[in-house]
């Protein structure tokens, strides 16, 4: 405790030098002080105020709070239906109609032109029930003109539909209210920062797209198509113009192996058929083809 406080807080007792305890004019400044903060009605700038200003104007409707609890003339209506479980497709008119105006009095006394546009919904809640107190005429009776409060239950469902969806989006998350979505700063130098490499990694590079070349290669197999009768043919022109030729002469000129292949099959071909003959004096001695003998 401050020295200050101890003091002030001391006990009014006898002083030491015998006075009597107020008799000091410190000690009744402070006791005047402390009776006018007791008494204060405000304070002004630190300072107890005991009594108004003079000059000071309050408004009348300063002090006055109204609380608009309804969105309009529908929500009121409805909230009237709901509060007495009413039910909406079978209106009690007088009842709704009674409570209604009470409503629309109390807040045409403070506010005419909010009151406005209760006033009409009022005219309407009027209307339907002198219509539905009026007997029926002939006419009506022939031709059905339907319930007079029809259009008023279609637009009380149509805004409570539209009320239960308000107040579900109302409940969503929202930001600023519900959460705040973090934020972070990054200092950026105007300097580019280029990265660290040297021409090792260049290399590496390149071989790692060759590598890859390699991988994306394709095999492509072309159809060649070989006859063998044209092949045969032409091991007969051959034996014509010679009487033995040799096995390996024939192949003679024949590049690849499709093309080998066929020429080996049209000369079995041509054994087949006796139109050649193929001899071998002995084991591994030269094989020689000629046509075959045909007597005359």
Do not use: C
């Amino acid at each position: 405790m401050l020295p200050e406080q101890a003091e002030h807080e001391l006990p009014a007792g006898p002083r030491h030098d015998g006075a009597p305890p107020g008799s000091d004019p410190h000690d009744a400044h402070i006791t005047a002080a402390a009776e006018a903060a007791e008494g204060a009605i405000a304070r002004l700038y630190g300072e107890p105020l005991t009594r108004l200003p003079s000059d000071l104007y309050i408004p009348p409707d300063a002090l006055e709070v109204f609380l608009d609890a309804f969105e309009g003339p529908l929500d009121l209506l409805l909230y009237l239906i709901r509060k007495q479980n009413f039910n909406i497709l079978d209106i009690p008119m007088a009842q709704v109609t009674l409570q209604y105006l009470e409503y629309v009095e109390q807040i045409r006394q403070h506010n005419l032109e909010l009151a406005a546009e209760y006033l009409l919904m009022a005219a309407m809640l009027i209307e339907i029930k002198s219509r539905m107190l009026l007997p029926k005429r002939q006419d009506d009776l022939v031709e059905d003109v339907g319930d007079p409060r029809a259009e008023l239950v279609r637009r009380l469902l149509d805004y409570e539909q539209m009320k239960a969806a308000a107040l579900a989006l109302g409940a969503l998350p929202q930001e600023g209210r519900d959460f705040v979505r973090p934020q972070l700063f990054v200092e950026q130098g105007l300097a580019p920062a280029l990265p660290d490499v040297d021409p090792w990694d260049l290399q590496r590079a390149w071989l790692d797209v060759l590598r890859r070349a390699k991988l994306t290669q394709h095999h492509r197999i072309s159809r060649q198509e070989l006859s063998v009768r044209e092949h045969m043919s032409a091991i007969l022109r051959t034996l014509q113009s010679q009487r033995f030729v040799e096995f390996s002469e024939l192949f003679a000129g024949q590049h690849t192996v499709p093309i080998v292949v066929v020429h080996f099959v049209a000369m079995l071909e041509l054994a087949k058929e006796t139109l050649i003959e193929i001899t071998q004096a002995e084991p591994f001695a030269p094989i020689y083809v000629r046509l075959a003998y045909s007597p005359a």
